[in-house]
């Protein structure tokens, strides 16, 4: 069984960074799709950005220009960079993993979440 952990969060000024980092371990076949997302009280969850195995990179709009990810196909770890912060970026945010198990079949897989709070 795959496990999919985050960490990196916590609290920024507006303008400031912080950088999410995801890992997927365990019992891990072949890894598909990594993301991000994330959830705003009352709101929907949101993609933020995702990467395929072969690094093709999708970005939400809303962080276009100011969020990087970068992911790591050898060591199975997916980063988040979050640059040019703004109060509306507050969110929980989860990581998701498209993995293959023993079969063959692909499976989702999600972390707990980070909390990101812009505040100043």
């Known amino acids: 069984q795959a496990q999919v952990e985050e960490s990196g969060g916590g609290l920024a000024q507006p303008g400031g960074s912080l950088t ?11 890894v598909h799709s990594m993301g991000w997302y994330r959830q705003a009280p009352g709101q929907q969850r949101e993609l933020v950005a995702s990467a395929t ?3 093709e990179l999708n970005y939400g709009d809303s962080v276009k220009g ?3 990810i970068v992911r790591d196909n050898a060591d199975n770890i997916l980063e988040l960079q979050l640059n040019s912060l703004k109060p509306e970026d507050t969110a929980v945010y989860y990581c998701k993993g498209v993995i293959s198990n023993d079969y063959g079949v692909n499976l989702v897989y999600w972390g707990q979440g980070t909390q ?3 505040s100043s």
């Open 53 to 55: 195995e072969n690094n």
């Open 116 to 118: 990101v709070t812009v």
């Open 20 to 30: 999410l980092f995801c890992v997927v371990t365990g019992n891990v076949g072949r």
């Open 66 to 68: 100011r969020f990087i």
